[in-house]
DNA sequence: CTCCAGGGGC
DNA sequence: GCCCCTGGAG
């Protein structure tokens, strides 16, 4: 073990209570967080894994409506199976033959019974590391840390973790308290899900993180896998469009509260940083659309800006 | 030959 | 996210 153990704040604990108190106390319910079942669990996995969550529920309800065991699927017809996929548009088919193989096995070669861990669980066709560890951790609570895109994201902002793959493991594996894998993936994921997206709601999500989090800190939120140049055009007038809708949203805003709001590759002192976002603003107050007040409310110095939209 | 990282395709 | 193929390393 390296000084990257030096990533995860000293008191982990606090950490992970918080998080937990967080998820427990209120979060989205998705049918497959409420049962058990690891057939149930694989099949939300293989079809979450390039679709969005909100159309996967209808699919889910209505597959395991016609499948609901894995020795049912086992006996489908393949092509039913990826008539279903097509049908309710799952996206590559290729997966609907994986899933039905995989049903296959666990009748065949596991005598209907799931394996539990990940590693037996990988022989599952179609289900790499990270199903692997999704099933055992939502099914059997036998997991390890999940690291995916938006774990990358949220340890990268909140702990300063280094964009390396290696690195995400470890802190992500020494924060996840053990033998807690299905409550704290289910956590962290909602974490990187409701308020830790690539545009942040730190404070509209009320995250639990916000005491500890380097990028809370410093206004500082991009992240691996947020883009540097928005893909669309970034231009200043659609950003003036922003900052105004922002400000109706929020009311008053202090400016690195504000940049990552109207650029997620907002940073402080980058191109894109204060600078830029108090040029914006000093354009909108110059039409007077926006009100923007300095203060040095402690008295240190540190001139605070703050805007808000003008009544 | 086996292992594995990297890239493309689905 | 997973599979498969490739190509280099041992």
């Known amino acids: 073990m390296s000084e990257l153990a030096g990533e995860v704040p000293d008191d ?51 597959f395991l409506e016609r499948w609901p065991t894995a020795a049912d699927l ?67 609570n036998n997991g390890d840390a999940v690291v995916d895109t938006n774990v990358k994201r949220v340890l990268y902002r909140a702990f300063d ?17 053990a033998g807690e894998s299905r409550v704290w993936n289910n956590a962290v994921m909602e974490l990187g899900g409701v308020a830790c997206e690539k545009t942040p709601a730190c404070d509209g999500a009320q995250c639990p993180w916000r005491e500890w989090c380097h990028a809370y800190e410093t206004g500082d939120f991009t992240a691996p896998d947020v ?10 007038r659609q950003m003036r469009g922003k900052v105004v809708s922002v400000l109706k949203e929020y009311d008053k805003q202090a400016l690195d509260d504000l940049g990552p709001r109207i650029r997620v590759d907002y940073a402080p002192d980058g191109e894109y940083g204060r600078e830029w976002l108090r040029g914006l603003l000093s354009d909108l107050s110059d039409d007077g659309l926006v009100d923007v007040e300095e203060r040095d409310s402690e008295g240190d110095g540190e001139g605070e800006v703050v805007a808000r939209l003008r009544r």
Do not use: C
């Open 12 to 62: 982990v604990e606090a950490v992970r209570d918080a998080l937990i108190e967080w998820y427990e106390d209120d979060h989205r319910e998705f049918p497959w967080r409420v049962t058990e079942d690891p057939y149930e669990i694989l099949v939300s996995e293989v079809m979450s894994q390039q679709t969005q969550l909100g159309r996967v529920v209808e699919a889910w309800n209505d």
């Open 161 to 177: 973790v280094p964009d390396d793959d290696a690195a995400f493991e470890q802190v992500a594996q020494a924060l996840m308290p």
């Open 227 to 236: 883009p540097t140049q928005p893909s669309f055009e970034g231009s200043r």
């Open 74 to 140: 086992a006996e489908a017809d393949r092509a039913d199976v990826v008539g279903f996929w097509t049908s309710h548009s799952l996206g590559y088919n290729n997966r609907a033959k994986y899933l039905h193989e995989a049903a296959r096995q666990v009748t065949e070669e596991y005598d209907g019974e799931f394996p539990d861990t990940p590693d037996e669980l990988q022989e599952l066709m179609g289900v790499g590391p990270y199903t692997a560890n999704a099933v055992a951790s939502f099914a059997f």
